[in-house]
């Protein structure tokens, strides 16, 4: 198992190396000049090529990547242009906001697919059943911002039950931790629930038609019994599939969500670089982003390993 995760693990390093390449050059095709940004009201050339020079804005493409990755590999990231903060300290500082919403996200993914897929499965073309591909069916076709807008302008503003804006952390208490990520991590969630809800659906109907399960219900066995120790473990695949699929949409969707809820976290950081044109901030989100992917999918690869041992080969 461990060769087989390395393998994975090795064949993910040109990923790390070729994304932020592909960053450098979309940056440069961009019109605009960071310098031109940073010289203020009225620049002199002269300004501006000191600006150039002192940020190595007036190297090659390739040398400024260069440099970039011998000091990613040091853990160096650079300076910010408009703070000059580290940018490792700023990722660091926020990575904790978008985390936590990430994995919110998921939970409720993971536990309302399940709980819809099972239920559906229990009484196969039943009212429960075609609720649930009916509700799964919307939640894939409407876009993880509208729910957002809906759900804060109902929950947070209407009924105030829950927070409309920020964040607290996890050592202000798991209540004002959980009630701050509970609506924008269920908007961001609802996509991949209903994902999960799908694809579990479909795989616990062909296992509950196998041969094993049938013979434990013909031994007196209660279907939900068969369906929850027996359905779910030889169904699991397809919600590790989801989960490694849709971790970087997550992720990427963490950028309009955390907008909308004013969270201080990766994503809106990401979006302040851009528009700033912030390139070491924008190229460690990048580089952040692209980590997790990796690791996610490592894991979805592993997993896969565990319940398939023929994919190991």
């Not at 799964?136 to 302008?153: C, D, E």
């Not at 409309?164 to 952390?169: D, K, R, T, V």
């Not at 996890?170 to 969630?189: D, I, R, V, Y």
Request: no cysteine; glycine share 8%; aromatic share 8%.
């Amino acid at each position: 198992m461990l060769r087989y995760a390395g393998r994975r693990l090795l064949a993910a390093i040109p990923l790390l190396l070729v994304v932020p390449l592909l960053v450098f050059l979309l940056i440069d095709l961009a019109p605009g000049d960071q310098a031109v940004v940073l010289a203020g009201e009225e620049p002199t050339p002269e300004r501006i090529a000191a600006i150039r020079e002192q940020l190595g804005l007036d190297q090659s493409v390739v040398e400024r990547y260069l440099r970039w990755v011998a000091g990613a590999v040091q853990g160096d990231l650079g300076r910010s242009f408009m703070s000059d903060q580290s940018v490792t300290d700023l990722l660091v500082r926020r990575m904790s906001t978008t985390m936590s919403l990430v994995l919110v996200a998921m939970v409720m993914a993971v536990l309302i697919g399940v709980v819809l897929a099972v239920a559906s499965a229990m009484r196969p073309g039943g009212f429960l059943d075609r609720a649930a591909n009916w509700l799964a069916s919307i939640a894939i076709a409407i876009p993880a911002f509208w729910f957002a807008l809906v759900l804060a302008s109902l929950f947070a503003v209407t009924y105030q039950l829950f927070p409309a804006f920020g964040y607290q952390p996890l050592s202000a208490g798991f209540g004002p931790w959980l009630s701050h990520l509970f609506l924008p991590g269920l908007a961001l969630g609802l996509l991949p629930a209903a994902e999960v809800t799908l694809q579990l659906r479909s795989a616990l109907g062909q296992v509950l038609k196998s041969d094993f399960i049938l013979n434990a219900e013909a031994k007196g066995m209660s279907r939900a019994t068969v369906v929850l120790k027996h359905g779910l473990k030889n169904a699991a695949i397809p919600v590790i599939t989801v989960f490694g699929f849709r971790v970087s949409e997550v992720l990427a969707g963490t950028v309009t969500i955390e907008l909308i809820f004013n969270m201080p976290g990766l994503g809106r950081l990401a979006v302040d670089s851009v528009q700033s044109r912030d390139i070491p901030v924008l190229l460690g989100f990048v580089l952040f982003s692209t980590v997790v992917v990796v690791l996610v999918n490592l894991l979805v690869d592993v997993s896969y390993g565990y319940f398939n041992p023929k994919v190991r080969t």
